[in-house]
């Protein structure tokens, strides 16, 4: 996120009511953000691509390609928080896949609630993403755990050492290739699938 320490963000605005995108540019701009604005979803998406903006505002329904749609086509390139503004106050955020909606703005919005809803979204997506992060990393150490067993299982049977030693061996090999433990586990594990197809009758 290319936040700057005095808080101004990149934002990609979108909202097929040019009264509307001219009241966000110029509150926005106020607040000391850059703004770059687009009138449809589809635009909105190709501006996007192009500007990587740190946090993007879009009205729901637009012609074409729909707010929601749009936000999602962009995290679907890189992770950036949404702030969805809808005229409609029957919206329901959980409906919203992705994780990356973080508040609803009704119309017409107020500019200390916009200033309000941006500080707060852009927390929630920074808690949202370290959590994900988090979450990332528990997954890939469980998993490296299940393959160093079945390594440390292969070493044991096909060199007929105890537990101690097969994991020992195991360390002394990863030392010795300068890679990880999890990468050695994963060529013994492919290896020894290997033999025991070639020792198949």
Avoid: W
Avoid at 50 to 61: A, F, H, K, N, S
Avoid at 86 to 112: I, N, R
């Amino acid at each position: 996120m290319s936040q700057t320490k005095d808080g101004r963000l990149r934002i990609a605005v979108a909202d097929d009511e040019p009264d509307t995108r001219q009241f966000l540019h110029e509150v926005l701009t106020h607040l000391g953000h850059d703004v770059v604005a687009a009138p449809d979803g589809t635009q909105l998406v190709e501006l996007c691509r192009v500007q990587r903006p740190d946090l993007i505002i879009t009205d729901i329904r637009m012609p074409g390609l729909s707010g929601t749609n749009a936000a999602a086509a962009a995290n679907h390139d890189f992770p950036v928080p949404v702030i969805l503004i809808t005229g409609h106050p029957e919206v329901d955020l959980h409906q919203t896949e992705g994780g990356y909606v973080m508040a609803c703005l009704t119309k017409p919005v107020k500019p200390a609630d916009l200033s309000a809803t941006i500080h707060l979204a852009i927390k929630r997506f920074e808690q949202f993403q370290q959590l994900s992060r988090e979450a990332a990393g528990l997954r890939q150490a469980l998993e490296d755990r299940k393959l160093i067993e079945r390594a440390k299982g292969a070493v044991m049977k096909r060199l007929r050492v105890d537990e101690e030693e097969a994991f020992r061996r195991l360390q002394r090999t990863a030392s010795a290739r300068n890679c990880k433990l999890a990468e050695v586990a994963r060529q013994i594990v492919s290896a020894d699938e290997i033999y025991q197809h070639l020792e198949r009758p």
